[in-house]
């Protein structure tokens, strides 16, 4: 029995990669990108469908039972031990 909130704490840990990741690829869409509207509206597109994205996932976060525990015995069978 695993408990849901793991699966929280690794997935906040792969948000924080991800977060500093698309900083590092916004500055340099910006930074070194052509200077035209379509870098702009790209850098904007990524930068608001990731926002939205991770509002929605931690509106379900917040509203999830954390406490539950997930059944892997179901997936993978009862493994026994026999000598």
Do not use: C, D, K
Request: no cysteine.
């Amino acid at each position: 029995m695993i408990p849901v909130y793991y699966f929280v704490i690794a997935w906040l840990i792969f948000l924080g990669v991800f977060v500093l990741i698309a900083l590092v690829s916004v500055m340099q869409m910006l930074r070194f990108g052509l200077a035209h509207w379509l870098t702009y509206f790209t850098t904007v597109a990524f930068v608001g469908l990731s926002a939205i994205i991770i509002v929605f996932s931690l509106y379900w976060i917040g509203h999830a039972n954390l406490l539950t525990e997930l059944n892997l015995n179901s997936i993978f069978g009862n493994p026994t031990m026999t000598s």
